[in-house]
């Protein structure tokens, strides 16, 4: 046994952080989570109310853009047809939803977040081990605090996921950045082009593909959540699974299970096809 006089316990420390937020700033961090719910709320009522049809043929036609291919495309639409025909329709929705607006702050984040790290290797060296210990950490640590700055529901939820998924999207736009051609930097720079320009009409285009991958991973890491999201109130797919290893019934565990599947695999196809097909007079 490792000897008592040597251990330190902080988590009365931790304990004591934590309620003097939620005695101090409960209701600011309220208000920012209102924001929140109403935003994945507006984007899940939109979901829901147009007809599946509608929901099928923008997605065909996202992917159609994305990789220029017909047959792929047509296998989109069979994807997601094949959610209805399994009767979570409504529940992809609700996960849709949730995932979406989870990879679009984890990009509003990770991009900018990126950039700063390119620029400075000092500041990348100390947000390095934060962003792996966002991903190994394990979720249900900060889903207690979280729960208790914002209530059971979807915002705990959607904050756990864009910890989890976000790092991918900062480290990947570095790299991007970093590794952007030489010769192509030096010449906008021998042009007279300014930092600003130099960033945003060079850098990012030529780190576009990387970029791309990063926030593919994002959204493959946002649906690997969902299960974990709905054991705090989130509803969808999660909630699905939950309730078949609730009840023991594996069939409803594994329709949902196979559901959150195809999702992850049209999103992933069409994100990778994108990342692919970027515009070469851009980059």
Do not use: C
Not at 60 to 86: C, K, M, N, P, Y
Not at 253 to 273: E, F, M
Request: charged fraction near 10%.
């Amino acid at each position: 046994m490792f000897p008592d006089s040597l251990t330190i316990t902080i988590a009365p420390a931790i304990n004591a952080f934590i309620d003097a937020l939620v005695t101090h700033y409960g209701d600011g961090f309220r208000s920012v989570g209102n924001v929140f719910l109403w935003l994945i709320v507006t984007v899940e009522q939109i979901l829901r109310a147009m007809p599946w049809w509608l929901v099928t043929l923008i997605v065909a036609a996202i992917a159609f853009a994305a990789s220029r291919r017909v047959v792929f495309a047509g296998l989109t639409t069979l994807a997601f047809f094949a959610v209805g025909v399994l009767g979570l329709w409504d529940q992809a929705m609700q996960t849709l939803a949730l995932m979406l607006v989870a990879t679009s702050l984890s990009a509003l984040i990770g991009i900018p977040l990126g950039a700063v790290l390119a620029r400075s290797s000092r500041v990348s060296l100390i947000a390095r081990p934060v962003l792996d210990a966002m991903q190994t950490l394990p979720s249900f640590v900060y889903l207690v605090p979280a729960m208790m700055l914002f209530g059971l529901g979807k915002v705990p939820a959607l904050l756990a996921t864009v910890i989890y998924a976000m790092p991918p999207v900062a480290r990947l736009t570095e790299l991007g950045l970093r590794t952007a051609d030489k010769d192509a930097v030096e010449a906008a720079v021998a042009f007279g082009a300014s930092p600003r320009q130099k960033l945003w009409q060079v850098e990012l285009p030529l780190a576009l593909p990387s970029i791309m991958a990063g926030i593919n991973q994002a959204t493959m890491l946002a649906l690997s959540m969902v299960v974990v999201a709905s054991m705090i109130g989130a509803r969808g797919l999660g909630e699905e699974v939950l309730l078949g290893i609730q009840r023991l019934d594996v069939g409803r565990g594994v329709v949902a299970g196979l559901t959150i599947v195809i999702l992850a695999v049209v999103l992933d196809r069409i994100s990778q096809a994108a990342a692919k097909s970027t515009p070469a007079g851009l980059r």
